[in-house]
């Protein structure tokens, strides 16, 4: 029978790094504490005991200024804070992929997102990073979307041992819904790349084999998962947790095709183990998945019998398109290069290099090419019994691997795709002898729904890290790239540049990208400063009251703004518009100078009113009663009426937007004399009243008349009260 495996077996990176972490302290510290199994399988926690770590459930069995390795799955946020206070030194084995989740949901609260969780809500891994935040809804793969109600923007983050395929179900599910009600749904492809792996790997197992063995613990649950992708293909799959376990599996001699899978914390000598014992039991051969070859243990005389057949049939082996050769120049000529291929078994084998393949840059030159010089050249076709290559297709290739060795140390670089996955997972493409993949979620910030409409689009892409590619950039000559890195460095660096010019009263330009409306009820105007949206207030659009912005303010025009105050750290900003523009008032100070006599006519005298308005024709003015006429008036209907033409003066702006007005100003002067003669009289009658008055008190033969006329009114008035008192 054939053994059909997966092609990762044992742990995966976050188990393995947790493991390692927690022998190191056990190497270290004589005792070591951990908070549940450090992964859910019973054989190595055994092992790990036996070692002396000790595993508790109740944190209050650990004692203070212990040494504690936090699991691979992670720990809640109250756990840690309490061990913190026990002062206990803290390891943490949390794995790279999960605290990848726990940063992003953290981080998305924090943004105004409110948290989806898919997944077993009593997972150890689930309760850890949802501690960390408090708007969370948990869900499960229902069609109900009742709570896209809640919020205007989710966040959905999934357990990374859960179903990959139950994740993409509802997360189409989700966007397609979410898209209907006009919401915002981010998606963070959190499952780990290890367990989509073993999962497809799974399905493909289970549809060629007749009896599949799932080796690991039952309560692991990616373990769990691949038991029940199986178990739904092929009925004879067996849960195999120890060697013992095989004693269940039936009719063992007639199986034909075994499926071997196991789970992320399932140890690798235990999954060799078991195929040992198997194929010992049915003398069997092992068959990876992979490329289905049959590797056999093979004597040295077969070996070299193969090899020698080998050898004697290379030369029927036909080339390939874009298989790189060694040739050797037989002549050149105008034409191109004659040539043989230098191999032990093509030396009658005529080669053509045209000339047009030749040189990358400049022309081709047939002297430099001399009989007896080694090219390499990769192969374009076989025609008419002739072998067709190209020196420049090469040199071509030989320049971009250059390249691609740049980009493995981390150089950013624009590339075209051309094409993408058959699953449409990625974008794909070849530069010299590498691949180079772009996963949809690396391409922007937002999910990516289609992504054939990348296709003949330059991007800017930089290789993922080893923990964000799950060490895929280790694959032979692949790179794993992303657009969203430099993406997210670059809106970094904006917003650090933006928040640094923004303080209050700064006077910045931004572009008006939409107006704001609630209920139908406009609020305001979104202003694009350096691509980050602001808000200016509709009562801070304008001194004049407005019913919407548009009346003030034109979409995809630049004005200048003003902060009037900001919020970084919910990512808000205030702007004022009106208060760099000029005040009514201001305006109609500037359009009449005081001093400036000016006609209108009286459009209003409210009736029992002090003042009148007066029609400028553009503006308007008032002119109150007291500046009406020189002489006292006891209504403005006595001396104006409605339609009347005057001719006034202006004396200043009112609060109310209306041009202050003198009548009496801009009416002629009168002359001095008479002015004089007016004084004189009153004078003259004030002073005659005080010396009757006076010479009631104050004996005429004593005081003249002459001298009552020199007095002025303040002496007369203390001479009254010293007569008053000498009269007492």
Same mark, same amino acid.
């Given at each position: 029978?054939?053994?059909?495996?997966?092609?990762?077996?044992?742990? @995966?990176?976050?188990?393995?790094?947790?493991?390692?972490?927690?022998?190191?302290?056990?190497?270290?510290?004589?005792?070591?504490?951990?908070?549940?199994?450090?992964?859910?399988?019973?054989?190595? %926690?055994?092992?790990?005991?036996?070692?002396?770590?000790?595993?508790?459930?109740?944190?209050?069995?650990?004692?203070?200024?212990?040494? %504690?390795?936090?699991?691979?799955?992670?720990?809640?946020?109250?756990?840690?804070?309490?061990?913190?206070?026990?002062?206990?030194?803290?390891?943490?084995?949390? @794995?790279?992929?999960?605290?990848?989740?726990?940063?992003?949901?953290?981080?998305?609260?924090?943004?105004?997102?409110?948290? +989806?969780? +898919?997944?077993?809500?009593?997972?150890?891994?689930?309760?850890?990073?949802?501690?960390?935040?408090?708007?969370?809804?948990?869900?499960?793969?229902?069609?109900?979307?009742?709570?896209?109600?809640?919020?205007?923007?989710?966040?959905?983050?999934?357990?990374?041992?859960?179903?990959?395929?139950?994740?993409?179900?509802?997360?189409?599910?989700?966007?397609?819904?979410?898209?209907?009600?006009?919401?915002?749904?981010?998606?963070?492809?959190?499952?780990?790349?290890?367990?989509?792996?073993?999962?497809?790997?799974?399905?493909?197992?289970?549809?060629?084999?007749?009896?599949?063995?799932?080796?690991?613990?039952?309560?692991?649950?990616?373990?769990?998962?691949?038991?029940?992708?199986?178990?739904?293909?092929?009925?004879?799959?067996?849960?195999?947790?120890?060697?013992?376990?095989?004693?269940?599996?039936?009719?063992?001699?007639?199986?034909?095709?075994?499926?071997?899978?196991?789970?992320?914390?399932?140890?690798?000598?235990?999954?060799?183990?078991?195929?040992?014992?198997?194929?010992?039991?049915?003398?069997?051969?092992?068959?990876?998945?992979?490329?289905?070859?049959?590797?056999?243990?093979?004597?040295?005389?077969?070996?070299?019998?193969?090899?020698?057949?080998?050898?004697?049939?290379?030369?029927?082996?036909?080339?390939?398109?874009?298989?790189?050769?060694?040739?050797? %120049?037989?002549?050149?000529?105008?034409?191109?290069?004659?040539?043989?291929?230098?191999?032990?078994?093509?030396?009658?084998?005529? @080669?053509?290099?045209?000339?047009?393949?030749?040189?990358?840059?400049?022309?081709?030159?047939?002297?430099?090419?001399?009989?007896?010089?080694?090219?390499?050249?990769?192969?374009?076709?076989?025609?008419?019994?002739?072998?067709?290559?190209?020196?420049?297709?090469?040199?071509?290739?030989?320049?971009?691997?250059?390249?691609?060795?740049?980009?493995?140390?981390?150089?950013?670089?624009?590339?075209?795709?051309?094409?993408?996955?058959?699953?449409?997972?990625?974008?794909?493409?070849?530069?010299?002898?590498?691949?180079?993949?772009?996963?949809?979620?690396?391409?922007?910030?937002?999910?990516?729904?289609?992504?054939?409409?990348?296709?003949?689009?330059?991007?800017?892409?930089?290789?993922?890290?080893?923990?964000?590619?799950?060490?895929?950039?280790?694959?032979?000559?692949?790179?794993?790239?992303?657009?969203?890195?430099?993406?997210?460095?670059?809106?970094?660096?904006?917003?650090?540049?933006?928040?640094?010019?923004?303080?209050?009263?700064?006077?910045?330009?931004?572009?008006?990208?939409?107006?704001?409306?609630?209920?139908?009820?406009?609020?305001?105007?979104?202003?694009?400063?350096?691509?980050?949206?602001?808000?200016?207030?509709?009562?801070?659009?304008?001194?004049?009251?407005?019913?919407?912005?548009?009346?003030?303010?034109?979409?995809?025009?630049?004005?200048?703004?003003?902060?009037?105050?900001?919020?970084?750290?919910?990512?808000?900003?205030?702007?004022?518009?009106?208060?760099?523009?000029?005040?009514?008032?201001?305006?109609?100070?500037?359009?009449?100078?005081?001093?400036?006599?000016?006609?209108?006519?009286?459009?209003?005298?409210?009736?029992?009113?002090?003042?009148?308005?007066?029609?400028?024709?553009?503006?308007?003015?008032?002119?109150?009663?007291?500046?009406?006429?020189?002489?006292?008036?006891?209504?403005?209907?006595?001396?104006?009426?409605?339609?009347?033409?005057?001719?006034?003066?202006?004396?200043?702006?009112?609060?109310?937007?209306?041009?202050?007005?003198?009548?009496?100003?801009?009416?002629?002067?009168?002359?001095?004399?008479?002015?004089?003669?007016?004084?004189?009289?009153?004078?003259?009658?004030?002073?005659?009243?005080?010396?009757?008055?006076?010479?009631?008190?104050?004996?005429?033969?004593?005081?003249?008349?002459? +001298?009552?006329?020199?007095?002025?009114?303040?002496?007369?008035?203390?001479?009254?009260?010293?007569?008053?008192?000498?009269?007492?």
């Amino acid at each position: 029978m054939k053994i059909l495996t997966q092609k990762i077996i044992g742990f @995966c990176k976050g188990v393995e790094r947790s493991i390692e972490l927690l022998n190191n302290a056990l190497d270290t510290y004589k005792q070591v504490y951990m908070l549940g199994e450090i992964i859910n399988n019973r054989l190595v %926690v055994d092992s790990l005991k036996k070692k002396g770590a000790i595993f508790v459930n109740d944190i209050e069995k650990i004692p203070n200024n212990s040494v %504690v390795v936090i699991r691979a799955h992670g720990e809640s946020k109250e756990n840690i804070d309490y061990l913190n206070q026990k002062s206990c030194k803290i390891i943490d084995a949390t @794995c790279p992929k999960v605290q990848i989740v726990r940063d992003e949901v953290v981080k998305k609260e924090a943004e105004g997102y409110k948290v +989806l969780i +898919l997944g077993n809500p009593m997972h150890p891994e689930v309760l850890g990073f949802s501690s960390l935040i408090k708007n969370k809804l948990f869900i499960d793969e229902s069609d109900n979307f009742d709570f896209l109600s809640e919020s205007d923007k989710f966040f959905l983050v999934t357990q990374t041992s859960y179903n990959y395929n139950k994740h993409t179900i509802y997360a189409q599910n989700l966007s397609k819904n979410a898209d209907i009600q006009n919401k915002l749904v981010v998606i963070l492809d959190s499952i780990c790349y290890t367990t989509k792996e073993r999962q497809n790997s799974a399905v493909e197992i289970a549809n060629q084999a007749d009896t599949v063995l799932v080796i690991g613990d039952k309560i692991s649950s990616n373990t769990t998962k691949l038991f029940e992708i199986s178990n739904k293909i092929c009925k004879n799959t067996y849960f195999v947790t120890t060697i013992s376990d095989l004693k269940s599996v039936k009719n063992k001699e007639s199986i034909k095709t075994l499926g071997i899978l196991s789970g992320a914390s399932t140890p690798k000598e235990l999954v060799l183990e078991v195929i040992k014992v198997m194929s010992e039991l049915n003398k069997t051969e092992e068959q990876k998945l992979e490329d289905q070859n049959v590797n056999e243990q093979k004597s040295k005389e077969e070996q070299f019998a193969e090899l020698m057949e080998k050898s004697l049939t290379e030369s029927e082996k036909p080339i390939k398109p874009g298989e790189m050769r060694e040739v050797e %120049v037989v002549f050149a000529d105008e034409t191109g290069l004659r040539c043989n291929l230098v191999e032990t078994h093509r030396k009658a084998d005529m @080669c053509f290099i045209d000339k047009d393949e030749v040189e990358m840059e400049g022309d081709y030159d047939a002297d430099k090419y001399k009989p007896g010089d080694i090219i390499k050249a990769v192969f374009l076709r076989h025609e008419n019994q002739q072998f067709y290559f190209s020196k420049k297709a090469y040199d071509k290739r030989q320049i971009e691997n250059e390249k691609a060795e740049k980009i493995l140390q981390g150089e950013d670089f624009k590339f075209t795709f051309h094409r993408t996955t058959p699953n449409n997972s990625c974008l794909i493409g070849k530069m010299g002898d590498y691949s180079i993949l772009v996963p949809a979620s690396q391409i922007t910030f937002r999910h990516v729904k289609d992504i054939t409409k990348y296709v003949g689009k330059e991007l800017r892409l930089r290789i993922l890290p080893p923990e964000d590619s799950e060490n895929k950039n280790t694959r032979k000559r692949t790179i794993f790239a992303s657009q969203k890195l430099i993406l997210e460095e670059e809106k970094a660096s904006k917003e650090e540049a933006f928040w640094a010019k923004i303080d209050v009263n700064n006077v910045l330009e931004g572009k008006v990208k939409r107006f704001g409306y609630k209920d139908d009820k406009p609020f305001g105007a979104f202003v694009s400063i350096d691509g980050h949206d602001c808000l200016a207030h509709i009562g801070d659009l304008s001194w004049t009251k407005i019913e919407k912005p548009e009346e003030v303010l034109e979409i995809g025009k630049v004005y200048e703004f003003v902060v009037l105050n900001f919020d970084r750290e919910n990512n808000r900003v205030s702007l004022g518009y009106k208060q760099l523009q000029k005040r009514p008032h201001e305006i109609l100070a500037e359009k009449y100078p005081i001093g400036t006599i000016v006609k209108g006519t009286v459009k209003e005298i409210p009736e029992k009113g002090f003042f009148a308005v007066i029609d400028l024709s553009e503006d308007e003015g008032i002119v109150y009663i007291s500046e009406i006429a020189d002489k006292f008036i006891e209504s403005i209907s006595d001396e104006l009426t409605v339609g009347q033409e005057i001719e006034a003066k202006v004396i200043g702006t009112e609060r109310f937007n209306k041009v202050k007005l003198s009548i009496k100003q801009a009416a002629p002067s009168k002359e001095p004399a008479e002015k004089f003669s007016k004084s004189t009289k009153e004078n003259s009658k004030h002073k005659k009243n005080q010396q009757t008055e006076s010479n009631e008190y104050i004996s005429s033969e004593s005081m003249g008349a002459t +001298l009552a006329d020199l007095l002025d009114e303040e002496t007369a008035k203390k001479l009254k009260e010293t007569a008053k008192n000498n009269k007492k």
